[in-house]
């Protein structure tokens, strides 16, 4: 190759003309170049312009990387509820994503505490209000209890005309032995009663 072809490509590299001919050169006779004369310049400049070129490309793709997570981020956002004031893209927000991110998991670590005091509460109040159905059952089981204790296989009805003379020749009627009984059972079913009401009055 002429000196004066490899002089024409080394002008033409430094003067930014992006002909084949420099890229040629350069790729293909890189075995002919001086180590220490104005080709190696040549060389030096189109390897630092690649590389250059490289990181301007990875720049590029880290930036769009970037520009993708925030949108994945900002759907998220609002797809968690968060406000994001009608906007579609994070590009009109002011202040680092970074801070907004921060802002948000502590939002959401307080909602989540908050749920679990409130589902705490509500699991004591279910538990409580069991107890006092229990407490209820157990007082109207032992009032069937007592509805059963006096079968008519055992106790079967009495003649109450027969049972009126007898009471009446010894001074008594049988009104005032009826009202005693009934007295007498609607005290006790009124103690079971209140039993069980203060029982889950004191909870």
Do not use: C
């Not at 220490?36 to 880290?62: F, M, N, S, Y």
């Not at 004031?85 to 994503?97: H, V």
């Not at 407490?135 to 089981?141: I, L």
């Not at 027969?162 to 005032?176: N, P, R």
């Amino acid at each position: 190759m002429s000196e004066a072809l490899k002089v024409e490509a080394w002008r033409r590299e430094w003067a930014g003309d992006d002909s084949d001919l420099g890229h040629w050169i350069y790729v293909e006779d890189a075995s002919e170049l001086d180590t220490d004369g104005p080709w190696q310049k040549l060389a030096d400049h189109t390897t630092a312009t690649a590389q250059i070129a490289q990181r301007d490309r990875e720049v590029e793709e880290l930036r769009a990387k970037v520009a993708s997570l925030r949108q994945a981020y900002w759907d998220a956002r609002a797809a968690m509820g968060f406000d994001n004031d009608g906007d579609p893209t994070p590009a009109a927000l002011l202040s680092p994503m970074e801070d907004l991110m921060r802002q948000d998991a502590e939002s959401q670590r307080e909602d989540y505490q908050s749920a679990l005091r409130e589902l705490a509460a509500a699991e004591a109040q279910v538990a409580q209000l069991r107890a006092d159905a229990e407490r209820k059952d157990e007082a109207m089981e032992k009032l069937r209890q007592w509805a059963l204790a006096y079968p008519l296989s055992v106790f079967p009805e009495p003649d109450f005309a027969k049972a009126h003379e007898v009471l009446s020749a010894a001074g008594m009627t049988i009104d005032s032995i009826s009202a005693s009984n009934m007295r007498h059972v609607i005290t006790q079913v009124v103690k079971i009663l209140d039993a069980a009401i203060d029982s889950v009055r004191e909870g």
